[in-house]
């Protein structure tokens, strides 16, 4: 006989996944990621783009700059002072250089920065080709092993077709470096900017879903039944989904009224026929008196039995009911105690008050029938405990009740037979054989777990475990 799952109001770690918060948070998150990386790499992609366009920009004017500043004397002499307004073509290795050159006859010596301490050489014309503008760029190692941007042009200087080899270098690891620093700061904006964004998200996604948790609790209290409907002010999407749920309540309610008026109705219709066979059956004596008295009865226990059945199956889970067990089980104790003096009864509660999910009058019959089998059949004792059990996810939605003896008990192979209806293992005693069955149908109904084991006291254990209320 399967028990019910416990209901947590907390989702565990396996029901994550299957959460709509989590669905919409990561997904949401995902995206955001995936657009801040696009973000990230459109603005770095522009701001290098740019970087490079000012850096050719800044060196190609360096170069006409130093075009401007250099002439040639009558002797051929390259001659000129450039000044080219920035100071690091004149700090010793840093990276900035320019260089004159002779590149036809008739011209000699040769100009640069003071920058360059040392010649930076070039590649041959075969492997960079000018343009037709004759210009060319390239990129060398430098001085102290920087990647250097080389701008060249050759110019002729004079009408006697005297030319020269314009260079102007430029540091690229410097430019490289300071896109690398831009990089990281923008990483770092964007990350902060993203957590917030997402840690906003979540705390909007969550406070948007909060009226479903209030819906659940809700339905929780119903469960409980600490309330008869859905009660308090739903948003439009959800206002809809709380008056179905309150239909459906009233609906189940009715479902069980009728229910019970129509088993009441039977009741009283079989009583009366039922009693008068009886009778008629005890006053016509003789076999056949006694056989009609003894099928009456029968009848009437049969007719009873299922008509609790009909009545437990038409309020199972369509109305809750509270019934707290602690009480219920001392009065059932006190009673059969006082039937039995002969007979030593004990009884464990838990510290906690434990509520049982059901109505007042099938937990009574339930102990009553187990009770009445122990104190037939045990020799001295008899021990009932009550404890709390914990069901799924950890949470105390559970309570279980065990009775003992110290009896014969019953073989292991015989545990099924004797939740039978009518069967009996031991006709010595009086008895009609329902009891267990009686029990083994009520906590089917509640969708509980009866288990018939062997006790420490040498009797039957018979463990019952039913569905309470947080």
Request: charged share 20%.
């Amino acid at each position: 006989m399967p028990t019910k799952p416990a209901v947590s109001n907390t989702p565990s770690l396996r029901s994550w996944p299957r959460s709509l918060a989590f669905r919409v948070i990561a997904f949401s998150t995902v995206w955001a990621i995936l657009t801040l990386v696009v973000i990230f790499t459109l603005i770095t992609t522009l701001y290098r783009q740019a970087s490079e366009r000012g850096f050719d920009s800044l060196l190609s004017a360096h170069l006409f700059n130093l075009i401007g500043s250099v002439g040639v004397s009558e002797s051929g002499q390259l001659t000129g002072a450039p000044d080219l307004g920035d100071l690091r073509f004149s700090e010793p290795n840093s990276g900035w250089y320019w260089s004159v050159e002779p590149a036809s006859e008739g011209v000699h010596g040769d100009l640069h920065s003071s920058s360059m301490t040392k010649a930076i050489p070039s590649p041959s014309v075969a492997e960079v080709p000018f343009n037709a503008s004759f210009q060319r760029s390239y990129s060398a190692d430098g001085i102290e092993g920087e990647q250097l941007e080389v701008f060249e042009s050759e110019f002729v200087l004079d009408a006697k077709n005297r030319a020269a080899r314009f260079r102007v270098m430029g540091n690229q690891t410097e430019l490289e470096q300071e896109i690398a620093t831009f990089q990281r700061r923008l990483l770092t904006y964007l990350s902060l900017f993203g957590v917030g964004m997402i840690a906003i998200n979540a705390i909007a996604i969550l406070l948007g879903l909060q009226p479903l948790r209030r819906v659940r609790n809700a339905l929780a209290m119903v469960r409980e039944g600490t309330a008869q409907r859905l009660d308090g002010r739903f948003p439009a999407e959800i206002e809809p989904l709380a008056n179905e749920t309150n239909a459906l309540i009233e609906n189940n309610r009715r479902i069980v009224e009728r229910s019970r008026t129509q088993v009441g109705n039977l009741a009283h219709s079989l009583k009366t026929p039922l009693a008068v066979l009886l009778n008629e059956g005890r006053a016509l004596g003789g076999a056949k008196g006694q056989l009609i008295a003894e099928q009456a009865a029968s009848m009437q226990k049969q007719v009873d039995h299922y008509l609790q059945r009909a009545r437990v199956a038409a309020q199972r889970d369509s109305v809750v009911y509270r019934t707290p067990v602690a009480p219920l089980v001392q009065r059932m104790v006190r009673v059969l105690q006082k039937l039995n003096p002969q007979t030593a009864l004990s009884l464990s509660l838990p510290a906690t008050d434990i509520v049982f999910a059901g109505e007042r009058e099938d937990l009574e019959e339930l102990l009553g029938n187990l009770l009445d089998n122990a104190m037939k059949w045990a020799r001295s004792a008899v021990a009932v405990s009550v404890k709390p059990v914990a069901g799924e996810g950890g949470a105390a939605s559970l309570f279980e009740i065990s009775i003992e003896d110290d009896g014969r008990g019953i073989p292991d192979d015989k545990a099924r037979e004797v939740l039978q209806r009518g069967r009996r293992l031991d006709e010595t005693k009086p008895g009609s054989g329902l009891g267990l069955a009686i029990v083994a149908d009520l906590v089917n109904e509640y969708g509980g777990v009866l288990a018939l084991e062997r006790s420490v006291m040498g009797g039957l254990k018979a463990m019952v475990r039913l569905r309470s209320l947080q």
